[in-house]
């Protein structure tokens, strides 16, 4: 379990052990959610940016947010440690657009490797992704459904 305490530590429990992770504004200015991934790493998504801490807390990994982004959701760590996926949503006059992300571990900037229309109607709109293997599986209240293999392309 995570939490953020009154004075901006960021904290992870499992009932017996805490440990703290330090301050969650060096991770992500103006947090504004905390996800624990199964590989035992945190993420913070901030504002205008996400991070990634390891299990002791030290940063492994942050991209910035776009601008227009209105939310972002479901963060999955690849089992193999090769990289995190997301899902930044923007929304449009009619609609909106998913975009799915790949963040690597030591980088700055995440790669935007689908772009999927969505209806965004109502209260019930929402996406996943999850890792199997080097593919990326994404999946939308509306429906859709799309997996793409991150492995790089050669000749």
Do not use: K
């Amino acid at each position: 379990m995570l939490y953020v305490t009154p004075s901006d530590e960021l904290v992870r429990t499992d009932g017996l052990r805490t440990t703290s992770l330090g301050d969650v504004a060096r991770l992500a200015a103006e947090p504004r959610g905390i996800e624990a991934l199964a590989d035992g790493s945190t993420a913070v998504f901030g504002r205008r940016r996400i991070a990634i801490a390891g299990p002791a807390g030290q940063l492994t990994a942050s991209a910035p947010i776009r601008r227009r982004a209105l939310v972002t959701q479901d963060v999955s760590a690849a089992p193999d440690g090769r990289g995190y996926a997301y899902v930044l949503t923007t929304r449009r006059r009619n609609g909106g657009t998913d975009t799915v992300e790949l963040l690597l571990p030591g980088a700055r900037v995440a790669h935007t490797v689908a772009a999927i229309p969505v209806s965004l109607h109502g209260c019930g709109w929402g996406s996943t992704v999850t890792w199997r293997g080097s593919w990326i599986r994404y999946r939308n209240l509306d429906g859709r459904r799309l997996a793409v293999d991150i492995r790089p392309r050669t000749g």
